[in-house]
């Protein structure tokens, strides 16, 4: 069964910074982008980025350009997510996703999805 375990989140003060992390399993991860995705309390699931399997395309949401920064290590099978300057509206689920064929932004394009990870920042 193909799976995927997101780590790292927490609560840190506005400002401050966290890692993700997301171990997929090899045919995943050999396979497909890899995205992040968050969801706020009461709100949608939402792009945040997104990294092809060679790390030549790398994708951000407006939101937080400048401030994420998205990686693989194809040797350890696993995806990061560093976070830095983070403000309150940041504040969320944080899942990682395997898939984004065409349009790495859809959540309808991601095949599989981890269990998320709660990322608290406060003001």
């Known amino acids: 069964q193909e799976q995927l375990v997101e780590s790292g989140g927490g609560l840190v003060q506005a400002g401050g910074s966290l890692r993700l992390s997301c171990a997929a399993s090899?045919?995943?991860?050999?396979?497909?982008?890899m995205g992040w995705f968050r969801q706020a309390p009461g709100k949608g699931r939402e792009f945040a980025a997104a990294i092809s399997w060679s790390g030549d395309r790398i994708y951000y949401a407006d939101s937080v350009k400048g401030r994420f920064t998205i990686s693989r290590d194809n040797a350890k099978n696993t995806v990061y997510l560093q976070m830095n300057s983070l403000k309150p509206e940041d504040t969320a689920v944080y899942y990682c996703?395997?898939?984004?064929?065409?349009?790495?932004?859809?959540?309808?394009?991601?095949?599989?999805w981890g269990q998320g990870t709660q990322v608290t920042v406060s003001s």
């Open positions: 996703a395997a898939g984004g064929y065409s349009d790495y932004a859809s959540v309808d394009e991601y095949d599989f």
């Open positions: 090899r045919r995943i991860f050999s396979e497909y982008v």
